[in-house]
């Protein structure tokens, strides 16, 4: 069965930063989410199956960054200038394939989520 296990969510201060990681129990393309309070979820950020491709939301580019670790399962989200727009439950999710997608549908398997709050 697939597993991904989140670690890293914790509470900053604006302008802060923060290093997020999912461990997963096979490789696949994978992506980040977030869903504030009363808020949907939505896309931040995605990669593809070798690393070599990636997607990031507007509101997030520039300051955070996708990577893999390619000698493993991990994924990770590095948060630069955190800002308190940023506080919501972080997700991990995978999808069979190859490919990278931005849409939610697209993936198969989600983690636990883990919070990141970042105060003003």
């Known amino acids: 069965q697939v597993q991904l296990v989140e670690s890293g969510g914790r509470l900053v201060q604006a302008g802060g930063s923060l290093r997020l990681s999912c461990a997963a129990s096979?490789?696949?393309?994978m992506g980040w989410f977030r869903q504030a309070p009363g808020n949907e979820r939505k896309f931040v950020a995605a990669i593809n199956w070798g690393g070599g491709r990636t997607e990031y939301a507007d509101s997030v580019k520039g300051r955070f960054t996708i990577s893999r670790d390619n000698a493993g399962n991990t994924v990770f989200l590095q948060m630069n200038s955190l800002k308190p727009e940023d506080t919501a439950v972080y997700y991990c999710a995978a999808r069979e394939g190859l490919a990278v997608f931005r849409g939610s549908p697209m993936y198969d398997y989600w983690g636990q989520g883990t919070q990141v709050t970042v105060s003003s």
């Open positions: 096979e490789r696949y393309p």
